[in-house]
């Protein structure tokens, strides 16, 4: 790949572009245009915006996405989490239905492209990382209730607010008695028709004959049929007379020219929020990416991502939208339905820029309850219940976390929550590093492997003590290493060699260094010889550019068994087999 392919990867998969795969992303576009309409205008909805700005946010952005992008199937738009980390920013600075509200949104979307391009080009992908898979599990399902929690009162035709749970339900309860009885009537059959769809219209399409893929991809237009159901029962009945909330008014056209704040003292106090939004949306992008990759034996490049992510997220910006992200529905979707090149998403946009001019008229009578209904169904689906009970039972550490998550962005909003996972993991990962494990270990019999004393019958001997260490060495845990090892030796009055086995050291910085140059000459003083065994290639080098191997009262052995046979003959004792262990499997 050229360097100018590497930035614009239209530039690569455009070559092979023919008539069969225009007529397979045609069809794609088609099918995804008709799921996201409704979807956009929900988001906005969530987000806090008029519904028209989702829209537009589903416009220019799959544009620059196909042109800097590389996953061949991720459909770039408008999603429930960084909606609400949306409404959740803006919200902190503006009042909702203000001008200012509206130039916050654009705001975040410029400065989460900027971001994201910046970070693309330094090829910085790797922060991402920061986020374990906990973290993003809690917070993502906590998040799912929050938006839930908060469109019930769209179902409800209610008047509630809140930027945390406690602060949403008890909205909601101080307020549920002016429920309007017209709104719930839209509301609740609305919900119960898109939940039926996701599971039971597939298999009902099939038994009347539909083929399955034909089934599949008809189900996914039930928002549509909800949308169109819904509008004319407010159009039959005169809701909009008795109460229920409608959309009203959509401008009609192509997105407007907008331009970003400028204002330094917004800019600060959008940067942070930007920056979460930023990194959950390029997580949430590239695993969906990623995932969808690997069905097809594709591949791709997660510091181009976040190029072609900032590229969709500044478009948004200028043409009077919010920040986006690859979305794991539109983008399963648009896989299903056949899609081969990020050109079905410029051809989805051209569908949405074809309903903004055309189509914004007909929604002026759809009920807000439908698209709540629309979001709630589509939420419900990332709480995931079932991982804090598998965390619990493999890593009370992660779970630690991912509960830490859920617990502080329910009580404290999304962006304390993406704050606290973040720093709850890392402390975690901290304190397991500060204490690597390391296993005093002896050989198996009849082979030349070596294995945990406290798992396997092995041979050992009295005057060696033979210990595994298995994480690098580090400032983190050089000094617990040192303790360990002169406590292990303490309690061994017979000992006169330690070797330490190093197969599983990658690293040794310059306090793991000092560490084991104390540990030498501790040992030293005390008449017993410090060994090493299996140290790696790179480990070596640098140890050689120190004094460590010129002082070293020992020797450096290729293996653990070698080691082990010459400083048994060394001493002239047979090797003891140790019995009063059980093998109960390997490490």
Known sequence: MTMLSRYLPILEWGRTYNRKILTDDLMAAVIVTIMLIPQSLAYALLAGLPPVVGLYASILPLVLYAIFGTSRTLAVGPVAVVSLMTASAA?????????????????LAMLS???LAILGLLRAGFLANLLSHPVISGFITASGILIATSQLKHILGIKAGGDNWPEMLGSLAAAIGETNVWTLAVGIPATLFLFWVRKGAKPALQRIGLPARAADMTAKAGPVVAVALTILAVIAFDLGDRGVNLVGAIPQGLPPFALPS?????????????????????VESVSV???????????????????????????????????VTGGFARSAVNFDAGAQTPAAGAYTAV???????????????????????????????LVDLKTPGRLWNYSKADFAAHIATIAITLLAGVEMGVITGVGVGLLLYLWRASRPHAAIVGRVPETEHFRNVDRHNVFTVPHILSIRIDEALTYLNARWLEEYVLEQVADRPAVRHVILMCSAVNEIDASGLESLEAINHRLGDGAIGLH?????GPVMDRLKRSHFIEDLNGEVFLSQSKAFDKLVSDDGAPPEPVDHYEARGLI
């Open 532 to 536: 090493l065994s299996e140290v790696k």
């Open 113 to 115: 492209g900027v971001m």
């Open 351 to 381: 569908g949405i820029a074809l309903a903004t001019l055309f189509l914004t008229p007909l929604l002026f009578s759809l009920p807000i309850a439908t698209l709540a209904a629309t979001i709630i169904v589509a939420v419900l689906s």
């Open 262 to 282: 400028t204002d330094l003292s917004l800019i600060e106090k959008l940067w942070v929020p930007a920056l979460l939004i930023s990194i959950i949306g390029f």
């Open 289 to 323: 990416a990623q995932t969808l990759a690997a069905k097809r034996r594709q591949r791709i490049a997660p510091d181009q991502e976040l190029i072609g992510l900032g590229a969709a997220n500044i478009a948004s910006a200028f043409s009077g939208g919010y920040p």
């Open 91 to 107: 919200g902190a600075v503006a009042a909702q239905g203000t001008a200012e509200y509206l130039e916050a949104a654009i705001t």
